[in-house]
């Protein structure tokens, strides 16, 4: 019987490290950013300028930010470029593109990053979803970047007029 429940017990730990479950939809009002995240992920404090919200998994080794920013690029080549590049201590190991969007995922140390951005509101907005987890634990979140990243919408703005039509 103990090792029933040590199985059970081990069972119920893997998956609730990575597990998704149910989602909750998050909005950003201000720039119109909306994706889903896993329901059991804690939101943190909002921040004072509004551009988005960080949820940390259960275990606090994963995180999720959707959020929005301005485009303030000259062109959307610039716009793209600046999208496309490593932040420090980053390795890309993919990226995409297409017309209104970029993907850029890869390596921190010993941690994975996937960025995806949409170009919105007649290119004067950014909406984004980052994700970071533990490189280990890959497999385990293959399924909810998937998620997350399929989820992330451009949607009605306060801050852009364009967003609002």
Sequence with gaps: MKTIGALFAALFFLSGTAQAGPWQIYVNDRFGATAEVPATWKAGE?????DGLEFTSPDGQASIIVSG????????????????????????TYKHRDKHSVVVSGTKGDRIFYRKSILACRNQVWDSVSIE???????????????????LKAGRSWQVAECNK
């Design 133 to 151: 987890y533990p490189a280990a634990q890959k497999q385990a979140f293959d399924d909810i970047v998937t998620h997350v990243a399929g989820s």
């Design 69 to 92: 920013m301005l485009n303030i690029d000259d062109t959307v080549d610039e716009a793209f470029a600046s999208r496309e590049e490593a932040l420090e201590g980053e390795t890309i």
């Design 46 to 50: 909002p921040p004072a300028n509004d």
